[in-house]
């Protein structure tokens, strides 16, 4: 089994950034791609950004590119996301997910294993 743990979520004001951590644990597959996704409340989670197991490809939802940048150290099993230019409708609850693939994807439905989410709120 694979354990997904979330951080750096918070409260940050508008304009400002966040970096956001997804530590994973446990019987990690040998190469799995991640992705992050959020959920507004009352809405559906929708996909951030996802990257291959390498970390050579990245892609990223066209409501975040360009503010969103994704990386991963393989060594220490850690994926992070880093916010800019933090906006109010940025805040939901952040998910982090593995497949048990090396190619990611932006259906949620093609994530095996998922964090329990960190809360990002924006103050305008």
């Known amino acids: 089994q694979v354990q997904l743990a979330e951080s750096g979520g918070g409260l940050v004001q508008a304009g400002g950034f966040l970096r956001l951590s997804c530590a994973a644990s446990?019987?990690?597959?040998?190469?799995?791609?991640m992705g992050w996704f959020r959920q507004a409340p009352g809405k559906e989670r929708e996909f951030v950004a996802a990257?291959?197991?390498?970390?050579?490809?990245?892609y990223y939802a066209a409501s975040v590119k360009g503010r969103f940048t994704l990386a991963r150290d393989n060594a220490k099993n850690t994926m992070y996301l880093r916010i800019n230019s933090l906006k109010p409708e940025d805040t939901a609850v952040y998910y982090c997910?593995?497949?048990?693939?090396?190619?990611?994807?932006?259906?949620?439905?093609?994530?095996?294993?998922w964090g329990q989410g960190t809360r990002v709120t924006i103050s305008s």
């Open positions: 997910a593995a497949r048990v693939v090396s190619v990611p994807t932006q259906s949620k439905e093609g994530y095996n294993y």
């Open positions: 990257i291959s197991w390498s970390g050579g490809r990245t």
């Open positions: 446990g019987s990690t597959p040998s190469s799995h791609a």
